[in-house]
């Protein structure tokens, strides 16, 4: 008896198509699935999304994210066989055995950045410590004399 895991496929494709011009490449795809005996469960489109970084000289791409059980070994052929066409520009196969065949995949929309407030930093401006009750404690008074600096150059050049 052959195990089959569950397994889900990011595909982004180039973006120079319709979704017309996706189906007819999404169809060669599931060819290439089926040849190397996987069984697709589902196909999702997301569309048209832009990408967080350039990829093979593309900043967005078409998305599709392909369900499918298969043998462990023939992950790696497929991926293989993937690469090749010219119309992927990213293919990421992830196991997931706790994939709900009958739920859709849930993509979450990219609505742009997170409010300020949400954003990590550096810590500079007016968040971080700045707010706390009390503020921040005063600073030090500077050394007018600079007499340590002084001191530690002269050593220095005696030598």
């Known amino acids: 008896m052959i195990n089959y895991n569950k397994y889900e496929a990011l595909l982004i494709f180039k973006s120079n198509f319709?979704?017309?011009g996706l189906d007819g490449v999404l169809a060669k795809v599931e060819g290439d699935f089926k040849n190397?005996?996987?069984?697709?469960?589902?196909?999702?489109?997301?569309?048209?999304?832009?990408l967080a970084y350039e990829i093979q000289k593309s900043r967005e791409g078409l998305i599709a994210v392909v369900g499918f059980e298969a043998e462990?070994?023939?992950?790696?052929?497929?991926?293989?066989?993937?690469?090749?066409?010219e119309e992927l520009i990213r293919?990421?196969?992830l196991r997931n055995d706790a994939l709900d065949v009958s739920k859709?995949?849930?993509?979450?929309?990219?609505?742009?950045?997170?409010?300020?407030?949400?954003?990590?930093?550096?810590?500079?401006?007016r968040s971080g410590r700045d707010n706390r009750e009390g503020g921040r404690p005063p600073r030090r008074p500077r050394q007018e004399d600079g007499a340590e600096e002084g001191n530690f150059q002269e050593e220095a050049h005696a030598e």
């Open 18 to 20: 319709e979704n017309e």
């Open 36 to 50: 190397n005996n996987a069984k697709i469960f589902r196909i999702d489109k997301v569309g048209r999304k832009k």
């Open 104 to 125: 859709p995949f849930i993509v979450t929309p990219v609505t742009g950045r997170e409010p300020r407030e949400m954003r990590g930093g550096r810590g500079g401006g």
């Open 91 to 93: 293919v990421v196969i």
């Open 72 to 85: 462990g070994a023939s992950i790696k052929p497929l991926t293989a066989i993937l690469n090749l066409n």
